[in-house]
């Protein structure tokens, strides 16, 4: 037995019940894994937003990413980074019903968890780092670019950060002044929000914006954006508007087919990257797994000051 959080019927994250579940145990081409953390990341709360309009069946399960030990494989089974054995510590994203103590998922979506990374952060690497590896890909990043990161404090903010230093790329990020620290630690020239944004990104960036993400959806962000950015093919949002898609600029990530196919294959490159601790995930606060309401209102709050975890 497990215990699991499930949505019973439609509605927001006030309809989460927790429940005692069996685990199937895993066919050809599955895993079963002890989970040991679980990423909460806002998608989690959006998808139970938008199930009824999408005619997702009921009960609904909650949680994309987790991180944790193998239990059980499969017949004649391995994880998607090779190899794989009980007992192995994993990740395993894009999956659905994360917030468990015991799940059973596709091998397809299972890696082998980095040793630089503790639980808590392994299973907060892969959305967030996907959608970064996405925002660098859609803009097409070099080493010669220097890119705008607005809101560059949040998880995908800080994502983007190290993937852009990864490629040699320079860096400006917007944030509010008490994170300016974090992101000196990853390598960008950080910029205070407010009125006159637009002049101090150009003051930071002395050879001029070449691409732009955002990450924080503001009318100053959008602003500054079209200000400073000549082809607006090279900006892409996470927070997409109808001002944004006026200006023509890009939205990835959710439920976008190419995202998600994207953000699969960025997988075992971003696992790659963070056992070479090149690629950290500041976790701000862990919860028990039967305080994932508490949880949600945190991240649904915008502020939690880095990623957060439930514990099972």
Same mark, same amino acid.
């Given at each position: 037995?497990?215990?699991?959080? /499930?949505?019973?019927?439609?509605?927001? !994250?006030?309809?989460?019940?927790?429940?005692?579940?069996?685990?199937?145990?895993?066919?050809?081409?599955?895993?079963? /894994?002890?989970?040991?953390? $679980?990423?909460?990341?806002?998608?989690?709360?959006?998808?139970?937003?938008?199930?009824?309009?999408?005619?997702?069946?009921?009960?609904?399960? !909650?949680?994309?990413?987790?991180?944790?030990?193998?239990?059980?494989?499969?017949?004649?089974?391995? =994880?998607?980074?090779?190899?794989?054995?009980?007992?192995?510590?994993?990740?395993?994203?894009? /999956?659905?019903?994360?917030?468990?103590?015991?799940?059973?998922?596709?091998?397809?979506?299972?890696?082998?968890?980095?040793?630089?990374?503790?639980?808590?952060?392994?299973?907060?690497?892969?959305?967030?780092?996907?959608?970064?590896?996405?925002?660098?890909?859609?803009?097409?990043?070099?080493?010669?670019?220097?890119?705008?990161?607005?809101?560059?404090?949040?998880?995908?903010?800080?994502?983007?950060?190290?993937?852009?230093?990864? =490629?040699?790329?320079?860096?400006?990020?917007?944030?509010?002044?008490?994170?300016?620290?974090?992101?000196?630690?990853?390598?960008?020239?950080?910029?205070?929000?407010?009125?006159?944004?637009?002049?101090? /990104?150009?003051?930071? $960036?002395? *050879?001029?914006?070449?691409?732009?993400?955002?990450?924080?959806?503001?009318?100053?962000?959008?602003?500054?954006?079209?200000?400073?950015? $000549?082809?607006?093919?090279?900006?892409?949002? =996470?927070?997409?508007?109808?001002?944004?898609?006026?200006?023509? !600029?890009?939205? =990835?990530?959710?439920?976008?087919?190419?995202?998600?196919?994207?953000?699969?294959?960025?997988?075992?490159?971003?696992?790659?990257?963070?056992?070479?601790?090149?690629?950290?995930?500041?976790?701000?606060?862990?919860?028990?797994?039967?305080?994932?309401?508490?949880?949600?209102?945190?991240? *649904?709050?915008?502020?939690?000051?880095?990623?957060?975890?439930?514990?099972?």
């Amino acid at each position: 037995m497990a215990v699991k959080w /499930i949505a019973p019927e439609y509605g927001g !994250i006030e309809v989460l019940t927790l429940v005692e579940a069996e685990v199937p145990p895993p066919a050809a081409g599955q895993v079963t /894994i002890d989970v040991r953390a $679980a990423g909460v990341n806002p998608a989690d709360y959006k998808h139970l937003a938008a199930a009824r309009a999408a005619g997702r069946p009921l009960p609904l399960g !909650i949680g994309y990413e987790v991180a944790g030990v193998v239990s059980a494989l499969g017949p004649d089974t391995t =994880i998607a980074s090779g190899g794989g054995a009980v007992g192995d510590p994993v990740v395993a994203f894009r /999956i659905q019903g994360g917030y468990a103590s015991r799940v059973t998922v596709p091998a397809k979506d299972v890696f082998a968890k980095p040793g630089a990374l503790d639980f808590p952060a392994a299973a907060n690497l892969l959305l967030a780092g996907a959608t970064a590896a996405e925002a660098l890909h859609v803009t097409k990043v070099t080493r010669d670019d220097t890119v705008l990161v607005h809101g560059a404090s949040g998880a995908v903010g800080v994502s983007v950060l190290q993937q852009a230093r990864v =490629i040699g790329a320079t860096v400006v990020g917007t944030a509010s002044e008490h994170n300016f620290d974090l992101l000196r630690r990853f390598g960008a020239n950080p910029v205070a929000y407010g009125p006159g944004l637009t002049g101090r /990104i150009r003051a930071a $960036a002395s *050879r001029g914006v070449t691409a732009v993400v955002d990450t924080a959806g503001t009318d100053d962000a959008l602003d500054s954006t079209v200000d400073l950015l $000549a082809d607006r093919s090279r900006a892409v949002t =996470i927070v997409p508007s109808d001002r944004s898609r006026q200006a023509g !600029i890009t939205a =990835i990530g959710g439920t976008l087919p190419a995202s998600a196919a994207f953000r699969d294959a960025a997988r075992a490159r971003l696992v790659t990257l963070a056992a070479e601790g090149r690629l950290l995930v500041p976790v701000a606060r862990t919860f028990p797994l039967d305080k994932a309401i508490e949880a949600l209102e945190l991240v *649904r709050t915008g502020h939690p000051g880095g990623k957060v975890a439930l514990i099972p």
